[in-house]
């Protein structure tokens, strides 16, 4: 790997050639602070909380873009670099509701760790705030654009991650604010829900509709498990709270989706809890299903499919997997088929 | 085919600036006289690109003879054509007039506003047409491009470049050499040329014009930029706002790719270069480059963090060079011409020439391009003519929106990127918007920064948030709600800003605030403590212009509209609230409210002091008993110095129930309104009228008691128990020459001759020849009484221009008229004389040098031209000062320039001792001595009933008056002009020069007030019909 020599706040540092100063500090344990900046997302430069001093430059630099060169000299905790942190988050602050005692994202909400780590309690910047209407009425996404910061990740999630490009920033300068075009809502926007702007956004302005009154960050178990619905093998971590799914999150470090999710992974979880859904087998008795037994049920069904192979051959079985299947499931599924039916009458539902 | 030989050519402007004035019908007019008269053989027509002399559009210059026309509308055409084209004559009613002389200069060459620039990238702008490709080619076009491509390699056309010392005409001064070098080195097969023709100041057109006027020069430097750098493709990314100039780039591209001059194999060569035009939607924020690359390709237009740089990676990933319009068009001159020669023009780190958009409060406003290093005077007084209507230059805001301004002390500033950068200012793309008195500063902030916070592309939070928190901070303090941390508060968001935003726009919003800040500060302290904009622009603080130029804030509106409907009484009853001098302010007074008139934008100010004088004089015949507000107090306060200022405060505070003693100096009151005005500005009886009004408030008033001889202020205080004292003893000592020969007799100083006048002794000046050495009233005032007193020759001599004379302009014209001989630029070195006796003056020619803090041009002597004026007598009027005698033990300090030291509270040094009128602000006007009358009462009273002094903001009160006249009725009425006493019958006596004018012609003149205190009324969202009881309120004190 080709490296060069790099000194941050003191600290000799032998970066990985073309990364960022952002990435070589965080490579080497050097915390940064960010907030448009996401590492499945490509850097933007908007939010200026990673500004640094980098030395022979006029200006702060922010981390997130610059790159590293031979010999470069960073002083990320200057007294000019953490002054005008603390002017951005003022700033930020001075256009953010202060409410984050009934915020879902306490607890988990980078403004308010960074407003808590540089101790801001109010703003010198006070002014007018935004008051834009929470209605967007489709069934996931709770759009409250009055806690955007604009960092436009979900920007970028949407155009690079997902490739839909149903939401950008629309107006300009204090009136910018992220929309889809003309402003509308998402149901009118080729938006499909995937989810993964709720997924990036480091305050509560984007929530899955869900989780609204569920519980509190910290209250809540994360069971990462597999998606149910496709053979792809997406993982993601459910949010469980008293034994109940309050939320579906990215799992990041997933092999197989990298954190990204469809609007299934994402919101389609609530059958989980559904009342109709089915826990005990049922056999219908003069017409009507009757609860059993696992035992009693699988009895049943070994004694039928015997009793059809022996009366009418193997291939007059058929058998039908679920797409909602793991892989391993389905698969023991056909071994079951082939090796012990005998057929080869086995399919799935291909999908969901 | 053979063209027709022609006699003479004409060239109209087609320039932005002409078209909107009308320059298409006058060339279609042109055309079709022309055509009637069959001249089409004999004269030829060319609609060229823009001369830059916008103000005087449309312009045209006619040649061989090089006249040049000016506003010359289609109506003009029949007679300028008989006269120029068939008869060779000059038309002088279309030809330029310099405004100050209003001499005619018939000639293109010799007009000021031409003779000191120097136009090297608009050397074809107003010559050829820019729709002809043929035109540009007889002007040595495409030569550079020809010499680039058959005799240079790339790399030498970089070095030539580089070695010229050209910088980026955008506005932050990078070498382009540089730029090129790094876009030729930077890897990659597939580079592209842009050009950033997104010229968005308001205000500025330097771009639009060139390539308006000059389009192919833009070619040319991009197609030489392009063979340097290795590029086979370029942009033009030009706002959509500027049609003219995208039709005459498509028809430029298009004859230069059939010239084989664009596109495959250009010249035969294996070079090949195509150019596409973007349109740009205006988005200001797009001018920054990366933002603009962005826009090209399709996304919205906001900048992105650099490193990379274009040169590296910029449009489409590629390495790109990005221009702006004015660095390509300097680039074929530099080429075919060489470097050297480019380096040998303006200054050394900062070659070439500087193209600015002169707008704004200048007589010559347009497009200039002159040689870097000429002073920023120069531009705006020589080529830019001055300020309009002989108003006070007071900044210019260089570098657009995003620049800053300079004031008066950075006249002699050389002007080019370094130095304009050093002072606080941008060079920027090259707007230049100069501005007058009339302007406020805090409001002139918050127009650039409302603009470049709505240009703001929202992206980075600084520019976002930080812009629009600064913008209501600001707009707050121009609406009275500021508070004095909010001058902080906007330093730190404008170190923020500068500190943490993305791109150059959100870097730079907050320099025009920040440096009208530095020049300012005062202005902005005005608006937050005084709730006062004394420009008169905010209009939660004005109420109407003429009140708010008023030092004593009289409520001109109300006490005008009354006198219209013929209610006198009530009309005085309000002037006297704030002013008790009617009859003398009448009279002499320099009438700010007139200079700042509304209707004076139109056409003439309203006759406000013609009006007062009517007023008063109406009334003069009923005494007034000034109302006592308050009851009695026990507290003695002294006044020193029965003028102006003493009087008014001893009014105010009898007013507030003070038992008041004058004590004056002199055997008569009045102070200079008595023994420095002459009587034939302001009769003593009409004075003395006003004295007793003021008395019979119980105001007593002892003459002939000198401070420090008859008493002294431990007398007053200690002894006779007088609680506070207000010194008002006016500037009553002549400023001495400190030249030889001043101590001859003959010399006799101003304020002392017109003091023995008025008090009975004056000179013998039968057949003398009198001197007066200066520029102010007194100069003026000594010079007339001389002439009335019979002497036979009287000059006055002053060693600057009239334009600069001190003096009111009436009071000038009214000495010319007499008589009066003018010298100026010229000053006295020496008095000579015989025995002991003066027998003339030696005086020495001046030449206008640098400019000084005031703007006007400093004189320096000439040496060698001295000559003698033959004179018996020598009237010094160079200045008073204050006399101090009495001072020593007194506990009262004194500034250096003899001034009183006071605090913002009138308070002098010792306890108890306040001060007002000329004493603290130097020699002053009437007006202002009865202003600082007002406040010293104010502060008198509030110290003697608290102990404490600080600072009383008192917020006028006012009434609302009804217009009760039809707006229509008088659109065309004209100010009426003072009847005057026959100069004939001036001489030798000292009556009354002004006579007044009658009832009829003041009350119609009263009807000419636009009322625009009921717009302010409106504004603030009250009705003016009917009245608001609330509205009726007494001056309250805050």
Known sequence: MATVNITIDGQKIAARAGSTVLEAAREAGIDIPTLCYHPALPPEGACRVCLLEIEKQRTLQPACTFPVTEGMVVHTRSEKVISARKFVLELLLSDHPLDCMTCEMAGNCELQNLAYEYGIKESRFPGIQ????????????????????????????????????????????????????????????????????VAVCPTGALIPKQRKGQGREWEFKKVTTTCSYCGVGCQFDLNVRNGRIVQVTSNWDAPANHGLLCVKGRFGWDYVHHPDRLTKPLIKKDGAFVEATWDEALDLVASKLSEVKEKYGSDAIGVLSSAKCTNEENYAMQKFTRAVLGTNNVDHCARL | MAEALYRANVLVCGGTGCTASGSVKTFEALQSEIARRGLENEVRLIHTGCRGFCEQGPVMVVYPEGIFYCRVHAEDIPHLVEETLVKGRVVEALTYKEPETHQAIPHYREIPFYTKQQRI???????????????????????????????????????????????????????TGLKWEFTYRAPGDVKYVVCNADEGDPGAFMDRSVIEGDPHSL???????????????????????????????????????????????????????????????????????????????????????????????????????????KSYANVPRIIAKGAEWFASIGMPRSPGTAIFALTGKVNNTGLIEVPMGITLGEIIFDIGGGIPNGKRFKAVQTGGPLGGCLSAQDLNLRVDFDSLKDAGAVMGSGGMIVVDEDTCMVEFSKFFLTFATAESCGKCVPCRVGGKRMLEVLTRITEGKGRLEDIETIKQIA???????????????????????????????????????????????????????????????????????????????????????????????PAFCESRCRRGDIDEPIAIRSIKRFMADHEIEKPWTPPVYEPAKTEKVAVIGAGPAGLTAALRLAQKGYKVTVFEKLPVPGGMMAVGIPEYRLPRDILNIEIENIKRAGVEIKCNQALGKDFTIDSLMDKDGYKAVVLAIGAHQSRKLGIEGEDLAGVYHGVDFLRDIALGNPPDMTGKR??????????????????????????????????????????????????????????????????????????????LGDFDRTGRRRPVPEEGSNFVIEADMLVPAIGQGIDLSWTDGSGVEANRDTTLVVNDALATT?????????????????????????????????????????????????????????????????????????????????????????????????????????????????????????????????
């Not at chain 1, 939401?167 to 300068?173: E, T």
């Not at chain 2, 939607?281 to 933002?291: N, P, Q, S």
């Not at chain 2, 009760?964 to 006493?981: H, I, S, T």
């Open chain 2, 770 to 847: 009198v001197v007066v050495v200066g520029g102010g009233n007194v100069a003026i005032d000594a010079a007339r009484s001389a002439w009335r007193l019979g002497a036979s020759e009287v000059h006055v001599v002053y060693r600057r221009t009239r334009q600069d004379m001190p003096a009111h302009e009436e009071e000038i014209e009214a000495a010319e008229k007499e008589g009066i001989i003018f010298s100026y630029l010229t000053n006295p070195v020496r008095v000579i004389g015989e025995n002991g006796k003066m027998t003339g003056v030696e005086v020495q020619n001046q030449l």
């Open chain 2, 910 to 1038: 010792r306890p108890g001792v306040f001060a007002a009128g000329d004493a603290v602000s130097g020699p002053a006007t009437v007006i202002q001595a009865v202003a600082q009358g007002n406040r010293v009462a104010v502060e008198v009273d509030y110290y003697l009933r608290t102990g404490k002094v600080e600072k009383i903001p008192v917020v006028p009160g006012y009434e609302v008056v009804e217009q009760q006249f039809n707006l229509e009725d008088y659109a065309e009425a004209k100010r009426p002009q003072m009847p005057e006493l026959p100069v004939a019958e001036r001489r030798g006596n000292f009556r009354e020069v002004e006579l007044g004018m009658d009832e009829d012609t003041i009350r119609e003149e009263c009807k000419r007030c636009l009322r625009c205190d009921l717009e302010w009324l409106e504004s603030e969202g009250l009705a003016f019909e009917p009245v608001p009881d609330h509205l009726l309120v007494e001056d309250r004190v805050e």
């Open chain 2, 495 to 589: 170190a923020g800003m500068d500190a943490g935003a993305l791109c150059a726009l959100g870097q730079l919003t907050p320099g025009p605030m920040l440096a009208a800040l530095r020049y300012f500060e005062n202005e902005f302290i005005e608006h937050i403590v005084d709730k006062k904009c004394k420009a008169g622009v905010c209009k939660a603080l004005v109420r109407a212009r003429c009140t708010n130029a008023c030092p004593a804030e009289v409520d001109v509106p109300s006490y005008v509209s009354l006198v219209a409907q013929g209610r006198y009484a009530e009309a005085l009853e309000i002037h006297r609230r704030h002013n008790p001098f009617a009859l003398v302010c009448g009279r002499v007074c």
């Open chain 2, 121 to 175: 990238v608009l050397s074809n702008c107003g010559l050829i047409d820019p729709e002809n490709i043929e035109e540009y080619i007889a002007r040595g076009g495409y030569e550079a491009l020809s010499k680039a491509l058959f005799q240079m390699t790339p790399e030498q056309v970089i070095d030539e470049v580089k070695r010229s010392g050209l910088r980026g005409r955008g506005g932050a001064g990078f070498l």
């Open chain 1, 130 to 197: 935004h008051s834009y209407p929470v209605d967007d009425p489709n069934p996931f996404i709770e759009r409250d654009y009055n806690k955007c910061i604009l960092c436009r990740r979900c920007v970028r999630a949407c155009n690079y991650m997902n490739g839909v490009e149903a939401i950008g920033v629309v107006y300009r300068g204090f009136q910018a604010k992220i929309g889809t075009a003309f402003d509308g809502y998402l149901e009118d926007s080729p938006c499909e829900f995937c989810g993964m702007c």
């Open chain 2, 219 to 325: 070619l040319e430097g991009m197609i030489i930029a392009a063979y340097a750098i290795g590029a086979k493709e370029g942009y033009i990314y030009c706002r959509a706002e500027y049609p003219l100039a995208i039709k005459r780039l498509k028809i430029a591209i298009a004859q230069a790719e059939e010239y084989g001059l664009l596109g495959d194999h250009i010249l035969g060569t294996d070079f090949s270069f195509h150019l596409k035009i973007k349109e740009g939607a205006g988005a200001f924020v797009c001018g920054e480059e990366t933002a603009l690359l962005a826009s090209i390709e399709g996304r919205r237009g906001e900048p992105r963090p650099r490193p990379p740089f274009p040169a590296v990676k910029g449009l489409w990933g590629k390495p790109t060079n990005i221009n702006n319009v």
